[in-house]
Structure formats: C-alpha cells, structure tokens
C-alpha cells in the first residue's frame, strides 16, 4: 500500500519545519500549510491519509478545518495538536472521531508513534523507517541505552530546525554537551556557540552580559561589551540554568524572542539578531513556575522541543560503557595501560545511584587509574567513603500493589485512579494508548482525567 505525505497544518514556521524533520528521519514524506485556507488546497491536491492540525489557526479553528476537509477527504485520520490543552476540547475532538490529540511541546517519539498508530488502525502495525533510532550516539556522548538512543534522533531533528530546545536533566547528566552537539549538527555550526550561566552573578551583571550596554554599538568599542545574544548572532546561545534568570532579564528575552531585536542597556537602537535559543535547568521548570520564578510565557516560549537527560542510574548498561570508555582516555593522559574493570566493579557501577551522574563516574574513575597500578580495576579500589555517603535511594517512580495493603488503606475511586495514572505513564502519556491497555474508551479516560483537574498530557515533572 502507498502512503499519501502526511499534511502537517499549523501557522507557527518553527512547528511547520519541525515536525516535518522529525517524521522525514522517521521516513514519513509530509506537506505543510499554514492557514485553513492553504489546508484546504493541499488536501485536494494530495488527499492525504493523515493530517495533523493545530487547533488555533489565523483564519478558522481547526475543528472546523476538520469538518470541512472530511467533507472531501472522507477516509482522512485527523491527529489535533495544541498549546492549549483543556478537557473539553480533547473530547470534543474524540468525538469528531480524530485519531490522537497531542500537547505541544510535543515529544518527537510520541508525534511518530501518534502517526503510526493512525496508520495501523489500530490492528496492523506499519512500522516506518526507525534508521535514526539506531544511529549511533552523537557529539562525543556515549550511551546506548533505548532513553539515549531516542534521544540522539531528538537531537538530530531538532538540529536543522531553529526551534528552541529546552533541556532538563540533574547536574551533570550532559545537558552542556547535548547542547554543544545540536549546534555542531546544526546548519549554523559554524556560527559561535555562545553559553551563559544564568544563576552564577548579580542580576545587573548577568543583564549586561546578556544583553551588552549602549556602547556596544558603537563601532569603535571593545567587542566585550556586546552582549551574549549579539555574540550568538548567526549560531546558538546556551543559557545554562534558565531557571535562576532574574525577572527584569526574563522580561528583556521574552521581548528578545517576540520581536529577534536586541535593546542593548542605554541603546535606543534595537538590533537585529538572529540566534537559536538552547536552554537547559536541572530544577523542574513547573516547579520554578509554579513557586513564581519562572515567567509562564517564557517558558512556553521556550520550551518548544523538551529533551530530558535521564539519570545516570535509569541508562542501565550505558554506566559500563561510559566507564570503559573513560577508564581508557585517563589511562591513556596517565600514560598507563589501560586496567579493565572487574565483574563486582561492574556490578557496583550498576548499583550505585551516581547522585553526581557522569560528573561523579568521572572523578572516581580518573582517582581509580591514577592511584592504582594492577590490570585491573577491582570493587575495593573505589572509593568505599563515597558510595556510603550516596546510597541508591528508593524508587519512588514505579508504584507496586500488594493486593492486601491496596484493598486495606485504600478506596475504590483511589485505586481506579491509581491504576489509570499508571497505564498513562506506562504508555508514554498517550490517553489512546493508555485506553487501549485499559481496555476501554479514550473518552472514559479524558472524562477521569476532567473529574480530576488533571491535564490530559503535558509536559512531564521531573
Ligand atoms: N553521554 C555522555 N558520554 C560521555 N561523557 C558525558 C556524557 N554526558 C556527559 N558527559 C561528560 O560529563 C560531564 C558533565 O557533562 P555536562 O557538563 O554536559 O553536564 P550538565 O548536565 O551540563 O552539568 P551541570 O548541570 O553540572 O552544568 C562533562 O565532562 C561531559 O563531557
């Protein structure tokens, strides 16, 4: 069977480039519009299987987009996607029989498996291409695992766009080097690479290093007195711990990403700059916005590709590969051969819960081959102190049901929900596919979800 290119519909460029680079590495053709109007004509002209359809557009809602496109293209498997996700409007468009209704920022491995799920029909899989799921790690970051795996075709997709990549993840999991890979895969890599911690000095200080002072437009002035944003002009600006940005220089990016002019402090003359913006934090955004410290309308700004760095104890093996790998590179500063890492060594990598993530590894791998000698790394040779100090703490993600206790401490509505939020977080926070394991209708599930006050899916909080 041929497939028809799946017609992407949203008015937001950023979106439109976005999602086609992201089903174009999952080997899916697409067509772009940006208004009803255009929509409309493209799917006369391909009449395609599935669309997916912003819900706000400049010239209609995308509900009345669906209907009308029905009227010509009956077969049509419409997937909504939206900013602003409320019960209603997910129910509203079950009804109208759409396929998936997904949240932005959306997560590149749940928009391809929303498609393939709407190509399948729910009964044959048609799986595409996944070439970019195997390929290897990217930017010197090492790691197999499935977590890290999709995460290198996140990065390759969001490379060739110039949405904004927001990155969380806890110290030391690879945010800054994640952030340095995109923008070398990225048609601007030759354009400068410019990070900013944001938490580090006073807010008058950070302000000026951000966006420069008056004088920096003079042409005869130090090049240090531009600020970071100039200097990122034609590549990437990383600002490292948004989260600590300081509320007059929230206000002053916001107005940056709004109009891509910069106001240097004293200036009148606004300047055009033209940067990708990456952003990381390894406290949870939500929380910051939640606790007011972080402007709502940045965030979503800014939060159009989400790329979460897991823990170093959630990558499995990928602790023995990195540990090998950086057991050799000390070995060979040290210029010693290099030792190999016995199985309890191994066995106590795996098990330890790296509070300091690759960061720690690295400290008491490098402590490991500079002290000892042997060919061979053994568990007495690390450092004991530390692991006693950090043990693996409790899992707290997975929730576990004994039967007796459940029954005992809790009610009925408590355990429904309990199990529901379960097989939501299981399936990736997809409701129809959380429905599907559920046995029962997606609409059941939005329907809890509303009883609740919960959204029906957003971005996770780590
Ligand atoms: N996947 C990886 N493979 C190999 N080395 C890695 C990987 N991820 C991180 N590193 C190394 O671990 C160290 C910490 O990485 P990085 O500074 O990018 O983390 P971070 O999350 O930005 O940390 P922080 O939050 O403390 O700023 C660096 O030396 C980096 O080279």
Same mark, same amino acid.
């Given at each position: 069977m041929t497939h028809t290119p799946i017609l992407i519909i949203d008015d937001n460029q950023s979106h439109l480039t976005l999602y086609s680079a992201i089903l174009n590495d999952a080997g899916f053709s697409t067509v772009t519009a940006a208004t009803v109007k255009e929509a409309l004509e493209v799917n006369r002209q391909t009449s395609p299987q599935i669309a997916l359809v912003d819900l706000m557009l400049p010239d209609g809602s995308g509900h009345d987009l669906i209907s009308q496109l029905y009227e010509t293209n009956p077969n049509l498997k419409p997937i909504v996607t939206t900013a602003y996700a409320s019960i209603d409007r997910a129910v509203e468009a079950m009804r109208m029989g759409v396929s998936d209704f997904l949240v932005k920022p959306i997560n590149p491995q749940i928009l391809v498996d929303a498609i393939i799920n709407a190509r399948s029909g729910g009964s044959q899989t048609l799986r595409p291409n996944l070439g970019p799921l195997d390929a290897p790690p990217l930017g010197g970051l090492l790691g197999s695992s499935a977590e890290m795996k999709q995460i290198y075709a996140t990065m390759r997709a969001v490379s060739g766009s110039d949405a904004s990549v927001f990155i969380t993840g806890? *110290?030391?999991?690879g945010k800054t080097m994640c952030a340095k890979a995109i923008h070398a895969l990225?048609? /601007?890599? /030759?354009?400068p690479f410019v990070a900013v911690h944001?938490?580090?000095?006073s807010a008058a200080a950070l302000g000026a290093e951000l966006f @420069?002072? @008056?004088?920096? +437009?003079?042409?005869? +002035?130090?090049?240090?007195? $531009? @600020?970071a944003l100039q200097k990122a002009d034609g590549g990437t600006l990383f600002l490292d711990e $948004?989260?600590?940005? /300081?509320a007059v220089s929230q206000a002053q990016l916001l107005e940056f990403l709004k109009t891509s002019n910069v106001t240097p402090n004293d200036s009148a003359e606004p300047i055009p700059v033209k940067t990708r913006i990456i952003c990381a934090s390894s406290k949870s955004p939500l929380d910051c916005i939640s606790a007011g410290k972080l402007r709502a309308d940045l965030y979503y700004r800014l939060f159009v590709v989400p790329i979460h760095l897991p823990p170093l104890r959630d990558r499995g093996l990928d602790v023995i590969e990195i540990a090998e790998a950086m057991v050799a590179r000390y070995a060979a500063k040290e210029n010693k051969p290099t030792p190999a890492l016995s199985k309890d060594t191994k066995a106590l990598l795996l098990s330890y819960?790296?509070?300091? *993530?690759i960061h720690e590894l690295m400290n008491v791998l490098w402590n490991c081959v500079v002290v000892n000698t042997g060919p061979m790394i053994e568990e #007495? #040779?690390?450092p004991k102190s530390l692991l006693d100090t950090f043990p693996r703490p409790q899992e707290t993600t997975t929730p576990s049901f004994s039967l007796g206790d459940v029954v005992a401490s809790k009610s009925l509505l408590e355990i429904e929900r309990e199990i529901i939020e379960f097989a939501i977080n299981r399936a990736g926070g997809s409701i129809p596919k959380a429905s599907k394991a559920l046995d029962v209708s997606p609409s059941t599930i939005y329907r809890k979800l509303e009883t609740w006050g919960r959204p029906a899916r957003g971005p996770r909080r780590q």
């Open positions: 806890e *110290n030391g999991t990225s048609p /601007d890599t /030759d354009g944001c938490g580090s000095r @420069g002072r @008056g004088s920096a +437009v003079e042409p005869h +002035v130090q090049k240090s007195n $531009i @600020g $948004i989260c600590d940005l /300081d819960a790296w509070p300091g *993530n #007495h #040779h690390l």
